[in-house]
């Protein structure tokens, strides 16, 4: 069965970081482009990052592109978000995503993520 | 960055009802990929490569379109089916959402 269970969200204040993680299991993580989307709350999704399955390449929309880096550990089963620069914008549930080509086939239970002083 | 147009926005639907929500794209796009949300829980794959159903979902769902225009169409609305459903592309390494269709009981 796969499971993609994500930690590290809370509090935190603006202009401050924080580091998600996710991990992966019941399938072959080094076979698998993945990826982290989120929910602001009442809002819609939006696509935060995406990694190759090797790590060598990743993908941002402009609104995180510069703040926010997505890394895996293929050795661990684990994938990362680096949030830097922390704004009140970035307030969301964070989803950890399984891509199967184009679309996301998995999704973790997500991690809620409040910028606030 | 191409942008989903999802319409409508909410709607109700009666039990046995048709109903039908599109999404249309701001330039083309290869294929068009559906997710069902209900409240307080992960999104779900509903429909994906525009027509083919995720595992698990009822055939009375079917996805169809090409170019700049798809939709999601339910035969016969039932009340487990009261969600909402967001369209997604994914076109040179980069994905986008529609804002979402709200799909209520009348």
């Known amino acids: 069965e796969v499971q993609l269970v994500e930690t590290g969200g809370g509090l935190v204040q603006p202009g401050r970081s924080l580091k998600l993680s996710c991990v992966a299991s019941?399938?072959?993580?080094?076979?698998?482009?993945m990826s982290w989307t989120r929910q602001a709350p009442g809002k819609g999704l939006e696509w935060v990052a995406s990694?190759?399955?090797?790590?060598?390449?990743?993908y941002y929309p402009d609104s995180v592109k510069g703040r926010f880096t997505i890394s895996r550990d293929n050795a661990q089963n684990t994938l990362y978000l680096q949030m830097n620069s922390l704004r009140s914008e970035d307030t969301a549930t964070y989803y950890c995503?399984?891509?199967?080509?184009?679309?996301?086939?998995?999704w973790g239970q997500g991690v809620m993520v409040t910028v606030s002083s | 960055e191409i942008v989903l147009t999802q319409s409508p926005t909410t709607m109700a639907a009666s039990p046995g009802e048709k109903v039908t929500i599109t999404c249309r794209a701001s330039?083309?796009?290869?294929?068009m990929h559906w997710y069902q949300q209900k409240p307080g829980a992960s999104p779900k794959p509903w429909i994906y490569?525009?027509?083919k159903l995720a595992s698990g979902v009822p055939n009375r769902f079917s996805g169809s379109g090409s170019g700049t225009s798809y939709s999601l169409t339910i035969s016969s609305m039932e009340t487990e089916d009261t969600a909402t459903y967001y369209c997604?592309?994914?076109?040179?390494?980069?994905?986008?959402f529609g804002a979402g269709t709200k799909l209520e009981l009348k």
């Open positions: 997604q592309q994914w076109s040179s390494n980069s994905n986008t």
């Open positions: 019941g399938f072959t993580f080094n076979n698998y482009w």
């Open positions: 490569d525009t027509s």
């Open positions: 330039s083309s796009v290869s294929y």
């Open positions: 990694i190759t399955n090797s790590g060598g390449s990743t």
């Open positions: 995503t399984r891509a199967n080509w184009d679309y996301f086939d998995y």
